[in-house]
């Protein structure tokens, strides 16, 4: 079967705190993961699932994203007239990928919220949310899976994984029941950032949705939840309990680049699996790991 073309909303609106000072004037969505930025690998798993129209919601001080995706004529002329093809290509590739807009999200008031100013562009379909901060490899698709599973039943699919108990509390955390497919579950509830001893399961919220159109009626009345702010999980959880949810179950590699020890394991991770770095840095890696 042939899944629908969607469109995919990137919210990159976070104030990125945690990588201060780094972030103090650029987009945490701008940080290097080995030599593209985190957000470049958001758009290429999104066009890596059949999508072309990326909607990127933006919030203060994140101009550079919407120019990195953008040309840079007088860099690709420089690059052009000393012939070299190879940087040249990389420099387009990011502007070349998909059809990308922008939305600045006014005022930071949560998730929900952001995705909310997507209603206009997206209309009355359903579409891909994917979050900057989690990184997916290529190598392990779960988007396509997400879209395939909407595409089967036309109801909302979340992307969970199994996390530690000690850190439930970071994410938006589901009550789950066993379908036929050992790698989706029913979504019975969900709940934003619990505490420990209240998490329904250690079943998290990853950063990828498909959602259906619903959602955003939902999002329009959600009151702030958690933190004051307007909670995904808030609608989501309203949706569960009318249409249904659904949750695939992600088994692969994820990095998670808003937290600094797994952003700076994945830049390892991925440079370590390249061929044109992989070679010269493993061999380093094994004689200083031996020395820890
Ligand atoms: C957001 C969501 C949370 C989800 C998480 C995944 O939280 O609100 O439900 O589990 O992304 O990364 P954030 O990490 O933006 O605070």
Request: no cysteine.
């Amino acid at each position: 079967m042939t899944s629908p073309r969607i469109k995919a909303v990137i919210p990159a609106a976070g104030l990125g705190t945690r990588f201060l000072p780094a972030t103090k004037a650029m987009p945490k969505e701008m940080l290097p993961v080995v030599d593209k930025p985190a957000i470049q690998y958001v758009v290429e798993e999104a066009v890596g699932a059949g999508i072309d129209d990326i909607l990127i919601i933006l919030g203060r001080n994140k101009n550079n994203i919407s120019n990195h995706f953008d040309s840079v004529p007088e860099l690709e002329n420089t690059l052009r007239g000393k012939g070299d093809h190879e940087k040249l290509a990389r420099v387009q590739a990011s502007t070349e990928l998909a059809d990308i807009h922008f939305v600045r999200q006014g005022e930071p008031k949560g998730l929900g919220h952001a995705v909310l100013r997507a209603k206009n562009h997206v209309g009355d379909a359903t579409f891909a949310v994917l979050l900057g901060d989690d990184l997916i490899d290529e190598r392990d698709p779960l988007l396509t899976t997400m879209i395939a599973e909407n595409a089967r039943t036309g109801l909302t699919v979340i992307a969970l994984m199994e996390v530690d108990p000690e850190h439930i509390h970071l994410y938006g955390v589901a009550e789950v029941e066993p379908t036929d497919n050992p790698d989706v579950v029913r979504v019975k509830g969900l709940v934003e950032k619990p505490k420990r001893e209240d998490a329904p399961s250690n079943y998290a919220v990853i950063g990828r949705y498909v959602l259906t159109p619903q959602v955003f009626d939902i999002l329009a009345r959600t009151a702030p939840g958690k933190g004051g702010e307007i909670q995904l999980t808030d609608a989501l959880q309203e949706l569960a309990v009318t249409d249904g949810v659904l949750g695939v179950v992600f088994h692969g590699r994820r990095y998670d680049t808003g937290d600094k020890v797994d952003y700076i394991k994945a830049i390892v991770q991925l440079a370590s699996d390249r061929e044109d770095l992989g070679p010269a840095l493993r061999p380093w890696l094994q004689e200083f790991a031996a020395q820890l």
